[in-house]
């Protein structure tokens, strides 16, 4: 199978300004998704889309494909992982006759994955690949979002009302609500055909279940801290 890994790194973060190139623990925050790909034991085309070509400069130095520039109109605060996962995709077929059988996307904000967990996510994907659309890395939530409202007219609105024959779920204690869990974002696996029908996920989606402390996600400066601390394994 063709696996292309794809590191998404737009410039103008706000929360942390050039976070995906400003250096963690020595290395731009980028390079460690890159230098993690390249661990795999899977066999991957690494390509960072970025729409900065001091970004992409940095990319290239550690080893990444950068054969464009992401357009400026796909690569704002509100652009979507579907635009720029399509993009690339297309750029690649057009320009160089390459389509994958699945892609990978390894987000810079998520420098503390194990290389052990990527390797475990693509080989679960490929063991399925014929049940499933995709595969995202969960963890548990402890607070069950069948407790969560919506404000509207200033009023709480249930998110769920009913929940199978569980009435008023929002009322329950949370030992009869069933586990509930976020993506982490710490690892996604897509089939490359479900982006012509405008989606990342599909219908079928795998679990890659994680442990709750598996969350690291950079965004803001105590993540950032946090992240620094725990980080040493590629150092």
């Keep these: 199978m063709k696996i292309l890994c794809i590191i998404p790194a737009r410039s103008g973060s706000k929360g942390i300004k050039d976070k995906n190139i400003k250096l963690l623990n020595g290395k731009p ?3 460690w998704s890159i230098l993690q790909a390249k661990e795999c034991k899977f066999n991957m085309r690494i ?7 001091k970004y992409k400069n940095i990319a290239k130095e550690y080893g990444a494909e950068v054969p464009f520039l992401r357009p400026k109109q796909i690569s704002g605060d509100l652009s979507t992982d579907l635009e720029f996962l399509r993009h690339c995709v297309d750029w690649l077929k057009k320009n160089d006759n390459y389509n994958p059988d699945f892609i990978v996307q390894l987000r810079p904000t998520q420098p503390n994955r ?4 990527i390797n475990n996510a693509i080989e679960l994907f490929i063991k ?6 995709s595969l995202r890395s969960v963890i548990p939530i402890k607070k069950s979002c069948f407790k969560m409202y919506l404000l509207g007219e200033n009023k709480l609105n249930p998110v769920f009302k009913n929940f199978k024959n569980i009435k008023e779920p929002y009322n329950q204690c949370r030992q009869v609500l069933p586990t509930t869990y976020l993506h ?7 089939k490359t055909e479900i982006l012509n029908k405008d989606t990342i996920s599909g219908n ?4 890659y ?5 598996d969350n690291i996600d950079i965004d803001l400066p105590d993540d950032w801290n946090k992240s620094e601390k725990n980080i040493n394994y590629l150092s």
Excluded: R
């Design 184 to 190: 982490n974002g710490y690892i996604d696996i897509l």
């Design 29 to 31: 925050l980028l390079s």
């Design 128 to 133: 399925n690949f014929d049940n499933y659309d």
């Design 204 to 207: 079928n989606i795998l679990p």
């Design 114 to 117: 194990k290389i052990e967990d």
């Design 209 to 213: 279940i994680m442990k709750d402390n």
């Design 47 to 53: 390509v960072v889309s970025t729409d900065s070509e």
